[in-house]
């Protein structure tokens, strides 16, 4: 397993040893020790396993939980995805600023997005297989849906065209709107 450094320091590329032969490959997606050691810097529990299927063009995001904060370990189990987390905690050096890379079935990369960030995808495949582990349970109540498009974040979507959004994230707030509202971290 390879650990890769992003911009924000606490978000982390992992590229997992893969062994590949004419009969396909194996990969070790998920190792507590190694990720508590190399990764999260931390001991980490993961509580909850979340599997999803989207549509070429669907943004799901950006959500975060103010109750039950959840970190994240992403990753593409079929197609592709460009995965966004943006810092909403205050005081951080990097508070407001996001980061986003490409997950595929092909590069089989994970990214760990820890508990104090909003999270989103957009599918740039015909279609995606997107799964996760939590560090804490989903509760509805603490949900809160951050603007995907929002000017003062500036993300740089590889939009085609305009994106398929749920209901709830055609309705995300500002981030100027949240920090009004006291719902940041």
């Not at 040893?17 to 508590?36: A, I, N």
């Not at 396993?49 to 904060?69: P, V, W």
């Not at 997005?113 to 603490?142: L, R």
Request: hydrophobic content about 35%; some cysteine; glycine content about 8%.
């Amino acid at each position: 397993m390879q650990v890769i450094e992003t911009t924000i320091p606490d978000i982390k590329i992992i590229e997992p040893s893969v062994f590949g032969d004419e009969r396909g490959f194996f990969m070790e997606t998920w190792h507590q020790q190694r990720f508590d050691e190399q990764v999260a810097g931390k001991p980490t529990t993961f509580v909850q396993d979340n599997h999803s299927k989207s549509a070429q063009g669907i943004l799901r995001g950006l959500h975060y939980q103010t109750q039950n904060t959840q970190g994240k370990l992403v990753r593409v189990v079929s197609g592709e995805v460009f995965d966004v987390a943006v810092d909403l905690r205050q005081g951080s050096p990097t508070f407001g600023q996001w980061e986003g890379i490409y997950l595929s079935a092909e590069n089989k990369r994970q990214l760990w997005i820890p508990e104090g960030f909003a999270h989103g995808f957009y599918v740039t495949s015909e279609e995606a297989e997107f799964v996760y582990k939590c560090t804490d349970f989903y509760n509805p109540t603490g949900e809160v849906t951050l603007q995907w498009d929002d000017s003062e974040l500036g993300i740089q979507w590889p939009l085609k065209a305009d994106p398929l959004l749920s209901e709830k994230d055609k309705v995300g707030k500002s981030l100027a709107e949240l920090r009004n509202l006291g719902l940041l971290f």
